[in-house]
């Protein structure tokens, strides 16, 4: 089976359970003393039985099989509830654990996986491990335990009857092997499933005004639905294995049930044996159907575990940013920044977006990028912020390369505003202060007045503490595009990065804007991306990108004159005055 050797996978199961591992022994200890307790019936009933045989007194025997009875629940309730709170407390840390990994995941990491399968992972796999850390690994141990007890139990009272109760139950462990790892297989792609489900469902909520739009609602649904089927077929896959092996165990009792009552009775009217013992055996036969069941619920939730447990792995396999050196203490005033020879494909099958780019930007002063779409201006900003790494070549801020800046320390210098300006759920002021939860009210308030969302802001029922809907939705494109903007200059940074700022806002707002990035040009060091004229004519320098490598740098009239790519631009308003 392969789950029993799949160390790796078992390895981190326990590395779940062991921070509750003196909870889940105490709680263990006391599910299988109740199954002791349970286990000590038959041999009661045995004494009972004689007593009455002989007319002693019974009384006595009758008090201890109900205290037997009454203390072997109370015991099992014990137990059982410190073990599901060991079990809520082994999702709340593989939560925690997964939640930091997955935000903590390197930008292409996020981008191959889907987010909807990558949430399945988090709130349902982690699930799964609430009862397999805690119940079904000491489900085995005490199942195992009662099991072995009762069996050297009957032996002792009549190793004949013993076997052939022992050929009969044969046919459970056949079963069972033939079953745990069907039951793994189909529950590993019933989760799959129900990523895929989580995936199509995020996406198409995630645009959903694109698919009213286009009228696609029927064919989401229908993808939707088939990825819901396929759960529901692998999960009717696991249930018909599950109730084969716990089927087999109830069938398997009742034969051996029978058996040893024919054999057992016949053994009685030949003297073989007392009836007091047969009464014991077949109350020890019948108490057995819960450890043999418990043993097998167990076996089949560790296999559903194991196949949750791998999903969690192969997170935890995919690759992860460092983790910040301490709090983030960036310099102040304008940063230089150089490309060197720098090269980039986004996968190795992928076609090189840079091919050897190199430039300088001094300190100050701002700073166009143009090209047509696809030549790598938003790429290279994805390089500063090293949510990418170059595959050749360097990129040095400050005289340093990236590579030898710490992660925080390196994003705390960098305001960075992105070509679709997300918003966060949320009020506005969470959104503002992002990026530097510490700013005062002054800074927020001087952000705000800076990117001419005051307006918005004095006609918001709550001001700055308005909720802003999901993903900003109840804002306009050109409002979430000031936000972001707002958000960055909050942020106080060295190095401004600016990807199609100005492109949702109408040109009152785009002046606006580009008095404000002119200002800020005086004291930080501001990178844009532009198509509009506008912006790219009061750049201090141009840096024209042709197919991943630079083509020309200078100012408009320079290139105007000498490039004839940028005249081209500047002529046929692909620029756009």
Not at 50 to 70: C, S
Not at 354 to 366: H, K, Q, Y
Not at 392 to 397: Q, T
Request: glycine residues 10%; proline residues 4%.
């Amino acid at each position: 089976m392969r789950a029993k050797f799949d160390r790796p996978a078992w390895r981190m199961l326990m590395s779940y359970a062991r921070p509750q591992r003196r909870t889940v022994l105490f709680g263990g200890t006391l599910v299988l003393l109740a199954g002791l307790a349970a286990a000590a019936q038959p041999l009661a009933a045995k004494a009972l039985v004689d007593r009455l045989g002989t007319g002693d007194e019974i009384t006595g025997f009758l008090v201890l099989l109900v205290g037997l009875a009454l203390a072997g629940a109370a015991i099992a309730m014990a137990g059982q509830y410190l073990l599901e709170r060991a079990g809520e407390s082994v999702v709340l840390v593989a939560r925690k654990r997964l939640a930091r990994r997955l935000v903590s995941l390197r930008v292409p990491a996020v981008h191959r996986a889907e987010p909807g399968d990558l949430l399945s992972r988090f709130t349902s796999d982690t699930t799964l491990l609430r009862e397999v850390c805690t119940n079904a690994l000491v489900g085995l141990v005490t199942g195992a335990v009662t099991t072995v007890v009762m069996i050297v139990m009957m032996g002792v009272m009549d190793l004949v009857l013993l076997g052939v109760t022992a050929a009969v139950l044969v046919v459970v462990g056949v079963l069972a092997g033939a079953g745990m790892p069907m039951i793994e297989k189909a529950s590993r792609a019933a989760q799959e499933a129900v990523g895929e489900t989580g995936a199509r469902l995020e996406r198409a909520l995630g645009a959903v005004r694109t698919v009213k739009a286009a009228g696609a609602e029927a064919r989401e649904i229908a993808a939707i639905e088939d990825s819901a089927g396929r759960a529901w077929l692998a999960g009717i896959r696991s249930a018909r294995w599950e109730s084969i092996v716990h089927g087999s165990n109830g069938l398997a009792i009742q034969a051996a049930f029978l058996a040893v009552l024919a054999v057992g009775g016949g053994r009685v009217a030949t003297g073989a044996m007392s009836l007091s013992t047969l009464v014991a055996f077949l109350l020890f036969l019948f108490y057995l159907t819960e450890p043999i069941g418990e043993l097998l619920h167990a076996s089949s939730r560790l296999q559903i575990g194991l196949a949750a447990v791998r999903r969690l792995a192969e997170v935890d396999g995919m690759p992860a940013e460092p983790a910040p050196q301490g709090t983030a203490q960036p310099g102040t005033g304008a940063a230089p920044l150089a490309f060197e020879d720098v090269r980039f494909r986004y996968g190795p099958e992928r076609p090189e977006v840079l091919r050897g780019v190199s430039f300088e930007i001094p300190a100050g002063g701002m700073t166009a990028f143009v090209g047509a779409s696809g030549a790598g201006k938003s790429t290279m900003f994805g390089l500063i912020e090293r949510f990418y790494e170059p595959d050749a070549g360097r990129i040095l801020l400050d005289g340093r390369a990236l590579a030898d800046w710490d992660l925080a320390e390196l994003r705390a210098s960098i305001g960075y505003v992105e070509q679709d300006a997300p918003v966060l759920s949320g009020t506005l002021r969470d959104n503002l202060v992002y990026g530097r939860p510490e700013a005062t009210d002054e800074e927020i308030w001087d952000a705000v007045v800076q990117t001419r969302l005051d307006t918005l802001v004095e006609r918001l029922p709550d001001g700055l503490d308005t909720a802003v809907g999901h993903r900003g939705n109840h804002l306009s494109g050109g409002e979430r595009q000031r936000i972001a903007l707002a958000r960055a200059l909050v942020r106080r940074p060295r190095v401004l990065l600016l990807d199609e700022v100005t492109s949702q806002l109408d040109a009152v707002n785009e002046m606006a804007i580009r008095e404000v990035v002119t200002a800020v040009a005086k004291t930080a060091t501001v990178l844009v991306v532009a198509h509009r004229l506008s912006t790219v004519t009061s750049a201090d320098r141009i840096v024209v990108l042709d197919n991943g490598i630079v083509r020309a740098v200078g100012t408009h009239d320079e290139l105007v004159a000498n490039d004839p790519l940028y005249a081209e631009f500047a002529a046929t308003q692909l620029l756009t005055g």
